[in-house]
């Protein structure tokens, strides 16, 4: 998927050291409904799902720009998800976020903070609070 | 950073929907024992570092063949870090879990879990325990 990986020029990577980051994992109480979220209010697509070694059941999201996935997991046997505020967040790129700011109006979702625009002219950010406690950043960089 | 960005190819996205991931946010307690963590641990580089807007420290740390980053966050304000047991890792992709295992033992790190080798020979997994109950995976493909 990522260009380096497609062919040409692979950099050295000492072994002793990770080559990229794969994924970001995060548990969900309710995988539907966080997929959905994913899907209808970011844009992100489906593309893998499957179950694990120990059960848990996995759906894999990814932006069309980016070769990292979001894996979404369901786990009960760890018990219920508890995400402690102002722990984590994901933050995605978008080209405008007056036009994402439409798009959310269309599907009856709030920024939960923003957007607050740089008085440079730089861009902005952003928040929507995805399901269960997390948190995702939109940004504008121009 | 990435390539699709560098020129030539960039995809048609919707203004309703993300482009790409930026970076995942973890909160913690000891922004510098983190940092060392996933530089000495993981090999990860430390490519930005500032203050936010609203007085959070950040540092932003990037895997070679990543263009995503993983933002490590100090922010006091937001009371103790609390990251409840097995809610979310990063997981990175390694050339080979036995040499990655072998720099852990030079720097004297155990793998929490693993390594799980799959029986097929298309790889495994294994996990480290990160400062402040994150954690990270490490996947071979092959």
New interface residues.
Partial sequence: M????RGRTI?F???????????????VNDLEKSVKFYQEV???EEVKRHKS?RGSELAFLK??????L??LCH?PN?GP????????????????LE??G??LD?IGVKFSDGP?MKPDGSGGFAFVDAPEGYEV???ERR
């Fill in positions: 990522g260009c380096p990986r950099p990577v000492p072994m002793s050291i990770v080559r990229r980051l794969d994924h970001t994992r995060y548990r970011l844009g992100l070694p932006a069309p720009e980016s070769d990292e979001i894996e786990f760890s998800v508890e995400v402690q505020e102002d722990l984590t967040h994901l933050a995605f790129i978008v080209d405008s036009e994402f439409k798009h269309s607050t950043e939109l940004i």
